[in-house]
């Protein structure tokens, strides 16, 4: 299972101190998923096109099923060192300069399959921080993402992505 492969991943995340019992969350891993979920982040926009895989990132956390969310996220800088990286490789000399190479992105996946809706699982557990809570976090473990569709809309690019078994090419 899906679930058992990734465990460890699901004991860091609880090693954070918001879930309790990891094995508790095997009862709320939903097969199908049939709300539509949103990941935002800055994305390379040579990176960003049809067919493109994009690898399961830290455990596949942080998808939301709210859009305002993944905006929000969308321009995170977090991974400053891998966008100075990046840009280097392009001749870029500083990071100013190299975030004209990427794109605030939101993905859009429907239909999720294997997820954990760690929002649901939260609230059931008696967390009342409603900063974690607002986010309604959902993670997808084990898999790629295939981009299927990208487009500007206003400041945003786009992606609706399909899920893609790590490792396997379908």
Not at 16 to 40: E, P
Not at 104 to 109: A, D, H, R, V
């Amino acid at each position: 299972m899906i679930l058992d492969r990734y465990k460890g991943d699901l004991i860091e995340y609880a090693e954070s101190g918001q879930i309790d019992n990891v094995c508790d969350m095997t009862a709320i891993l939903k097969n199908k998923f049939n709300k539509l979920i949103y990941r935002g982040m800055l994305f390379p926009i040579e990176w960003a096109y049809i067919g493109n895989i994009v690898e399961e990132w830290s455990g596949s956390t942080h998808w939301t099923t709210k859009e305002e969310i993944a905006k929000k996220f969308s321009d995170n800088m977090d991974a400053d060192d891998f966008i100075e990286e990046y840009g280097a490789g392009k001749g870029m000399c500083s990071l100013h300069e190299s975030l004209k190479l990427f794109n605030k992105t939101i993905f859009c996946l429907d239909n999720a399959e294997n997820v954990l809706p760690l929002g649901e699982y939260l609230k059931q557990v008696g967390v009342t921080d409603i900063n974690i809570l607002e986010e309604d976090e959902v993670s997808i473990i084990g898999y790629d993402f295939v981009i299927d569709e990208a487009l500007h809309l206003n400041d945003f690019m786009y992606c609706k992505v399909r899920q893609q078994l790590k490792n396997n090419k379908q």
